[in-house]
């Protein structure tokens, strides 16, 4: 018997490279230059890999990393992220506290090294876990298109079906600080650390002077291609004290309008049961931090 040994590794394909300094014109002439044939490269953690192994089918990367889209600025309780902002920025933030939890449930240093914040917004399942919390924070996306700027709410950008993937790049993000005892951040996986998520829940509570709470935002992540608001579990909580019984009430809702996706790290029936669970353990931690 004869055993031939060949090199499994695909071909090596060139592709043009460019790191535009304008936002505008020139980025938008490439895009239109390329269409389809090109891609965009933010941090490069999902895109990189496609390249080297000649699977992404692309003639030219355009990438974001001299647009100046680093930035991060806090105004206040304002905070305006750059799409080009790399994870461990995040990480080392001391004024980004109520973030830290979710950015170190993502990858591992070296993944957070790369990864940036638009990327992260873009990502379908299984990542994207930040963008779990700040759909819960109401956060605001800034684009840039053909015809200048626009701003398109987080919830609206994933709940629209039918949202263009071409002909508008992100710019930033920007939402209000919460403080630390009024958002939440649970991560279900397989292992504890550098694992996609099976379920993700994101809270931010806001109560009265009263204890009553007077808004509510639940947000679901790893059930579904994008992460998506539990306005069930919202209506369950809102007008009522954050005690046990809106808390169980809440999470027998929190599924309800949702069907769950089934996939290599999880069934939909098993998604489907720990939803409850796992929003049920978020409030309950919000809920120990206001006593």
């Not at 200048?148 to 263009?164: I, K, M, N, Q, S």
Request: net charge positive.
């Amino acid at each position: 018997m004869i055993s031939v040994l060949t090199n499994s590794r695909p071909p090596r394909v060139c592709l043009q490279r460019f790191h535009p300094i304008l936002l505008q014109p020139i980025p938008w002439r490439l895009f239109e230059q390329f269409n389809e044939r090109a891609v965009i490269l933010a941090g490069g953690t999902l895109t990189m890999p496609e390249i080297n192994l000649g699977s992404s089918g692309r003639e030219a990367v355009i990438s974001l990393d001299r647009l100046g889209l680093d930035q991060i600025i806090i105004d206040d309780r304002t905070v305006r992220l750059g799409a080009m902002v790399r994870l461990v920025e995040l990480a080392s933030a001391r004024a980004l506290i109520p973030l830290h939890k979710a950015v170190a449930s993502i990858g591992g240093p070296a993944i957070r090294n790369m990864a940036t914040v638009g990327g992260n917004i873009c990502a379908r399942h299984p990542y994207g876990d930040l963008a779990t919390l700040l759909l819960a924070l109401d956060a605001q996306l800034t684009f840039s298109t053909t015809r200048g700027t626009e701003v398109v709410d987080l919830t609206a950008f994933y709940a629209a079906e039918d949202r263009p993937r071409r002909g508008r790049l992100i710019l930033s993000v920007q939402f209000q600080l919460p403080a630390f005892q009024e958002v939440v951040f649970q991560k279900l996986g397989r292992r504890c650390v550098n694992t996609p998520s099976i379920v993700t829940v994101a809270a931010r509570i806001t109560r009265n002077s009263a204890g009553v709470v007077d808004r509510a935002c639940v947000a679901l992540g790893g059930v579904g291609d994008n992460p998506m608001r539990s306005y069930a579990a919202e209506e369950a909580l809102i007008g009522k004290a954050l005690d046990d019984e809106s808390i169980g009430s809440a999470a027998q809702k929190a599924a309800a309008g949702i069907a769950p996706l089934t996939d290599s790290y999880a069934s939909a029936w098993y998604r489907s049961r720990v939803i409850p669970i796992q929003v049920r353990r978020a409030l309950s931690e919000l809920q120990a931090v206001a006593t």
